[in-house]
């Protein structure tokens, strides 16, 4: 780790100062569940760091005359679970409680989360996001990579977790800097980008600029889920995800947003999946022909054609469980252990 | 005075022994308060950081120090392997060969130091391919790595005019072509690390030319010579020290080159130095264990009982190049008629170590695979032809413990009523779930050990022998055979270990420690109370051999009131302590310990084929171990077993870029591994008739972490009709094996 200066300020002005100052890299620091391994492996190496933890309006949870869920960048994953007004938001608490570690939920803030750096061996190895070009990744091991958005050069997933499920939400981001008053609010699919060049994020923050709160408008009667492809009980990145979220009237989808996550160099908004279930019924069908188009431009690399399978399983899994049907899978009963609902079929090639 | 005859307390006299204690460290352990060598700080030590090679296969030709010797706080550079200015270059042959050490006064000046370092490299082209045989044998990279063939006798001997190798192919598919079940088959597994949580390292100081080391170490006693070879010195200035570890696996029997260059770092300096591996460089060169991929075929009698073997399997064991043993092939079993052949696969890897029982969970995972594969094709019941096989094995002494511990194993998992035939039962949705068994074997032959021990006059008791307690109980051990033998609570023995000034007692590898310490404390504890039991004879107005000593107090039998307490025995020894030093050497007959275990694991699974996903739904391990010691702790060890076997059968694997040859997911958030929630139901079931309880102590420590690999692959196979040939069984092999079945 290389040495830095740390600083802890108490409001977003002097936040944002802190990160503008020139010819001083900064970093902000959260939970730091990421950050501080980062800097261990000197793959980042600030001159700064700025702690935002201690900035009151960033620690709450509140609700604004809107109806919209304002979430600050130094609350935790276990406050927004705990927290009452987001129990309208079943997708995100299903993702949070399937990063199943203690110590992340407990630490691990949602900004955080959502800007997670990717998980790419190659770009954690210090070769950048990009390694040579996606060279490396075409001719190395690519079996975790992406599946969707990689004829770039790009050729990583996008690491956040959460970021499909709030997309589906219609989530909003609230980003300060960085000149002193300069303020802005994104959608939160607009945060991300994939990088076409070696200077580039895979968000879209500008040096000094501070992503402050994520705004997530009432939810109404839509129906929500995530599912994630999980290798394990631990919280190693998932395989696959998809979140889903649905305007349901009189069992006939009105309306339907679908993102994928662990697929693409940023969550992956596939609109192809939530126009197949529009005007239909949630069926195992249905679900299993929206999984299908949720991967029709698919490109797999050399060693990760799976993958394409399993995004198909957790959109079809991710319907089904925000339309409150059994997902089928590993979470039910065994074959030879009673049913509680009726037996869900596989409809996977 | 009387020769002592050793021997254990009948099972129901015992008080401690074959009972549940908890260890006696274990809330030091659990808050914190437990010094591992890790937590060891020296007062003004020093903190090395080291840089690891980012090359599989390079030379290096060059370092420049001088900007990390600018490095406020940095004290010195220290070349590992790396050359001196003018020196010829160095060829590296594994990621993460430590090249060049920086000291300095805290770690970030250390690790700033090193990312100063500037080094030319020659690449050389690297070679990690150890599944690959045709392309190991294109590049070059094979190495015979042993083999033989044996006929059974009947078959008759090649006569002077025949080539004995052609004799031999002859026969061998005269062989095949008898047999009523042939099976063909490719297994693998791949290269795991050892993945210590404590990583390999050192805190160290010179006390003049006298090398004081906390060592993170499973060798307490002989690591001190590796020292000395290294320094220059003689073992007698070397002091080891380790009171705890954590996680060695077979990975820290030696000072190794890092150490050696923390002392060297030490003496030139002047300073203490702490000097540990950090997570990446644990993984890539702490130690690893060789991988296995074989091409069987086996052939079958009518009553699917294997008559001929035959087998070619290679992997890597590093850049040294061999592979898994090929000794243990077709493991345990041992048909009449065996042919197999190893080739080792030099690949740009660091060189792999003794890895929980070297060798027999590879053997295990890729051969008993093959007996599964054959009741597949027989439409027979696994456990059938499990059982049958026994009537060929490499010890027939075992074949009917091992057919009872199938039968208790098969009755523990309730193999009857959830067996189906591989691929046929039940499915719901995409979830199919199945049945799998692994048998294994190991020796366990006591260690060397060497106990002393004091009574005070005043009835203190304490012990001292250079062991350790790799975590899994031996503190506990020692003091319950002490306590046990001198009737007196546990509480009131101490137990010392965990250092080189300590009497000798051997390295913990091997499953050796608990049956060393037994015998040395146990021999200890019946020499110093035969000794205190003359004392009291004479006080008491007794014979000696009617006393005995219990709760806290020497008593004699039938002789009503001859008693006395144990502290006013004690204060029979006079103004000095009483002292026994035993000594058991390893080898020596004995009737407190013996070797040779048999045990089994079964496995039932559940797979969802549309996911690829493995879940353990219930793992059963049925194990003898001659005397239990401490039910609590062998248990745990069995626990932890299991949990290893479902880490590398389901998860663990190292991943080498395919081109650079960099071991890609050496960091914890790559390298994957179970948590609680991925290992099912556990279930322990100790062997243990009398007729095992009388062989004595034997050792426990490998032999349940051995076919649990072979038991969840089976059961996988079980559950979708499909072999999925390698291990571990990631949800990718899972689905491309599915596709690749369904054609």
């Known amino acids: ?349 | 005075m009387a020769e002592v005859t050793y021997s254990w307390p009948e099972n129901h006299k015992a008080r401690l022994i074959g009972k549940r204690v908890s260890r006696l460290d274990g809330m030091e352990k659990s808050t914190g308060a437990a010094k591992y060598t890790y937590d060891v700080n020296l007062p003004k030590q020093l903190v090395v950081r080291a840089l690891g090679c980012p090359h599989a296969h390079c030379r290096v030709i060059s370092v420049d120090t001088s900007a990390a010797e600018r490095v406020p706080g940095v004290v010195l550079v220290h070349l590992i392997k790396a050359p001196k200015p003018g020196d010829d270059p160095v060829e590296i042959r594994a990621d993460g060969t430590l090249l060049v050490a920086v000291a300095g006064e805290t770690e970030a000046i250390a690790a700033e130091g090193v990312s100063k370092l500037k080094v030319k490299y020659e690449l050389l082209e690297s070679f990690v391919a150890d599944h690959d045989l045709q392309a190991a044998e294109a590049k070059k990279r094979t190495k015979k790595a042993g083999g033989g063939i044996e006929l059974d006798e009947a078959l008759g001997e090649p006569g002077d005019d025949d080539d004995e190798e052609e004799w031999e192919e002859q026969k061998v598919q005269e062989l095949f072509a008898q047999s009523k079940y042939v099976v063909e088959g490719n297994y693998g597994i791949d290269t795991i690390t050892h993945c210590c949580l404590e990583p390999h390292g050192s805190t160290l100081h010179w006390e003049g030319d006298r090398l004081k080391v906390n060592l993170s170490t499973q060798n307490v006693s002989r690591t001190d010579d590796g020292y000395a070879d290294a320094l220059k010195i003689s073992a007698d200035e070397v002091d080891v020290h380790c009171e705890y570890i954590g996680g060695g696996f077979g990975s820290k029997f030696k000072p190794d080159y890092w150490g050696i260059a923390a002392a060297e770092i030490a003496k030139k300096a002047g300073r203490p130095v702490k000097f540990l591996l950090t997570r990446d460089q644990e993984l890539k060169i702490g130690g690893n264990r060789p991988s296995g991929f074989i091409d069987v075929k086996l052939g079958a009698d009518e009553n699917g009982v294997v008559q001929v073997w035959d087998s070619h399997h290679w992997g890597t064991s590093g850049f040294n190049g061999s592979t898994v043993s090929v000794g243990n092939f077709p493991y345990v079993f041992r048909p009449k008629n065996w042919r197999r052949r190893a080739t080792g696969i030099i690949t740009d890897n660091e060189p792999s170590v003794a890895w929980r029982a070297p060798n027999h969970p590879q053997a295990c995972a890729i051969t008993q695979t093959a007996y599964d594969d054959l009741a597949a094709k027989m439409h027979a019941d696994s456990l059938d032809i499990f059982l049958r096989n026994l009537e060929n094995i490499d010890s027939p002494e075992k074949s009917l413990v091992y057919a009872e511990q199938l039968r208790i194993g098969a009755d523990l998992i309730d193999w009857r009523k959830h067996w189906h035939l591989h691929g046929k039962g039940k499915r719901r949705g995409s979830v199919v779930e199945g049945l799998g068994i692994g048998i294994h074997k190991w020796g366990g032959t006591a260690n060397s050990s060497n106990c002393l021990l004091k009574i005070h006059p005043d009835g203190g008791v304490e012990s001292y022998c250079g062991t350790q307690d790799l975590g899994t109980g031996t503190r506990t051990i020692c003091a319950m055979v002490l306590a046990e033998t001198l009737g007196l609570p546990i509480e009131a023995v101490k137990v010392n270990i965990g250092s080189s000034t300590y009497p000798f007692s051997g390295a913990s590898g091997g499953s050796t420690t608990v049956g060393a310490v037994s015998e040395s404390h146990r021999r200890a504890a019946q020499e110093v109370l035969a000794q205190l039991f003359e004392l009291v004879a004479k006080k008491l107005e007794v014979p000696a051999d009617k006393l005995e000593a219990s709760n806290g107090s020497i008593s004699a039998v039938d002789y009503s009131g001859k008693a006395m307490s144990w502290k006013q025995a004690c204060s029979l020894i006079g103004i000095q302590p009483l002292e026994v030093t035993s000594i058991y050497k390893r080898g020596d007959d004995s009737p407190l310990s013996s070797s040779n275990v048999a045990g089994c694991q079964m496995a039932r699974v559940a797979v969802d084929t549309d996911t690829g996903v493995v879940k353990i739904i219930k793992m059963v391990a049925v194990q003898d171990m001659g005397l239990v010691m401490n039910r609590k702790t062998a248990e745990s060890q069995v626990y932890g077993a299991m949990i290893m076997s479902i880490a590398a059968a389901l998860f663990e694997q190292r991943i080498n870029d395919p081109k650079t040859g960099a071991f890609i997911n050496s960091e914890l958030d790559s390298y994957r591994l179970p948590r609680l929630g991925d290992t099912g139901e556990l279930v322990v079931h100790f062997h243990e008739p009398e007729s095992e309880r009388a062989r004595g102590v034997i050792g426990l420590g490998e032999p349940p972490a051995i076919s649990g690999g072979a038991a969840i692959a089976n059961a996988v196979c079980n559950a979708t009709g499909v072999r999925v040939p390698t291990l571990p069984l990631t949800p990718k092999r899972v689905l491309d094996a599915l596709r690749t079945a369904k054609g």
Not at chain 1, 27 to 34: Q, W
Not at chain 1, 256 to 268: D, E, H
Request: net charge negative.
């Open chain 1, 1 to 349: 780790m290389k040495n830095f200066e740390y600083a802890q300020p108490t409001t977003e002005s002097e936040a944002v100062a802190l990160l503008t100052e020139p010819n001083k890299e900064a970093v902000v620091l959260a939970g730091g569940t990421d950050l501080v391994g980062l800097m261990k492996r000197m793959v980042v190496t600030a001159d700064r760091v700025v702690n935002i933890c201690e900035i009151k309006s960033l620690q709450q949870i509140e609700r604004d005359d809107s109806g919209s869920v304002w979430i600050g960048a130094a609350v935790c994953l276990d406050e927004f679970l705990d927290d009452r007004n987001t129990d309208q938001f079943p997708s995100a608490k299903q993702v949070i409680q399937g990063i199943s570690s203690i110590q992340l939920q407990s630490q691990g803030t949602l900004m955080g989360e959502l800007l997670r750096r990717p998980n790419c061996w190659y770009f954690r190895e210090g070769h950048g996001l990009l390694a040579d070009n996606g060279r490396m990744v075409n001719e190395g091991d690519n079996r975790y990579h992406a599946v969707l958005g990689n004829r770039g050069s790009a050729r990583f997933v996008n690491a956040s977790r959460l970021a499909p499920a709030l997309i589906t939400l219609g989530a909003r981001v609230r980003v300060v800097g960085p000149a002193p008053d300069e303020e802005q609010i994104l959608d939160l699919a607009n945060l991300y980008q994939t990088p076409a060049a070696d200077s580039e994020l895979e968000n879209v923050l500008q040096p000094g600029q501070l992503a402050t709160h994520v705004i997530i408008p009432a939810h109404g009667n839509r129906l929500s889920a995530a599912y994630e492809v999980r290798q394990g009980e631990g919280p190693d990145q998932p395989l696959a995800a998809a979140a889903v979220s649905m305007d349901v009237v009189s069992g006939i989808v009105q309306s339907a947003s679908v993102v994928l996550g662990q697929v693409a160099p940023t969550p992956w908004i596939t609109n192809g999946a939530a126009r197949s279930l529009c005007g239909k019924a949630v069926t195992e069908e249905s679900a299993a022909m929206a999984g299908v188009a949720a991967v029709v431009d698919a490109m797999p690399l050399s060693q990760n054609e799976y993958k394409i399978q399993l995004t198909q399983v957790a959109v079809k899994r991710a319907v089904l469980k925000a339309a409150g049907h059994d997902t089928g899978g590993l979470d039910g009963p065994l074959p030879d252990e009673p049913s509680a609902a009726p037996s869900v079929e596989s409809h996977i090639a």
